[in-house]
């Protein structure tokens, strides 16, 4: 009785922390929840009555509709070449090399370097270059480095999980090694390369700081959400901020169920 008594003050400790983190974490996406369905003409408290015209106003906008569009198409490319890179380098690296530590330490930089900077740094370079800024050039490219080294995690960590015997028993009975990347290896793994993809898609998805310092007239979501509030704060600025927590929390939980552990399949040669 003594020590549970002692556990007692620990316990509530450890439960008001909890308490304080999930309402800091989950408190501003209730408000701005609230927010996208409340009937009234500016963003704002009390809760006059509940409708879904802003969602339906955002939705008809050329303007929302152009950005998220362009959110789509910049998220698809950007995810698809990051998880192609992120493949081929994650093969490359389970192979005893002497750079690996250094191909390895580049590819995280984008993950240390702030936005900002990263930002800055793609934009001189396509100056110097003398090639146009544009959200499906330079912010493209802002974005493809960006989520390349998130998806490389996601497949290098299955790959370092992965029974190698698998692929020794294929060379055995007469298997290339292509044979054995493209009929044994990748089908296996396939979950993590789409839980890598859809992490890739989400990651760029919401990307704002890269976007607006890589693009020129183009916008994506995030970017047109920004200056519906700083230019004329839009009564449906909440229900596009709920569009893209709902597009992203969407795809990282697919992907989270997708990187979970998978039976292993029995592949035909």
């Given amino acids: 009785m003594i020590r549970l008594r002692g556990k007692r ?9 909890t308490a304080t983190v999930v309402l ?16 009234a003409s500016v963003p704002g408290f009390p809760i006059r009555h509940l409708t879904l015209r802003w969602f339906r106003l955002g939705l008809s906008s050329d303007a929302c509709l152009a950005a998220i569009g362009n959110s789509i198409g910049v998220g698809v490319i950007s995810a698809t070449v990051a998880t192609a890179m992120a493949l081929l380098l994650a093969l490359s690296v389970r192979r005893d090399l002497r750079i690996k530590g250094v191909i390895v330490n580049v590819l995280f930089v984008p993950i240390i370097l702030p936005g900002v900077v990263a ?6 370079m396509f100056r110097l270059l003398h090639l146009p800024i544009s959200l499906w050039t330079s912010a493209l490219c802002g974005h493809i480095t960006y989520v390349l080294p998130f998806a490389f ?7 370092q999980d ?4 698998i692929e020794e028993a294929a060379r055995d009975l007469g298997a290339t090694a292509q044979q054995v ?26 990307e704002f700081v890269r976007t607006l310092l890589l693009t020129s007239y183009d916008r994506t979501l995030p970017i047109q959400f920004w200056y519906m509030i700083v230019e004329t704060l839009a009564p449906e600025a909440p229900a596009m901020a709920v569009i893209i927590i709902v597009i992203s929390v969407a795809t990282s939980v697919v992907a989270f169920y997708l990187r979970g552990p ?3 399949r029995i592949l035909s040669a």
Avoid: C, E, H, M
Wanted: no cysteine; charged share 15%.
């Fill in 9 to 17: 003050p620990q316990r509530l400790i450890v439960a008001l922390y």
């Fill in 24 to 39: 800091a974490l989950y408190l501003p996406i209730v408000v701005v929840a609230l927010l996208s369905v409340n009937d």
């Fill in 119 to 124: 930002g800055a740094a793609i934009f001189t």
């Fill in 153 to 159: 995690l996601s497949i290098n960590s299955r790959l």
């Fill in 162 to 165: 992965f029974d190698r015997s």
């Fill in 181 to 206: 990347a493209l009929k044994i290896t990748i089908p296996l793994i396939s979950p993590a390369i789409i839980a890598a993809w859809l992490f890739a898609f989400s990651l760029s998805f919401d």
């Fill in 262 to 264: 998978t039976k292993k």
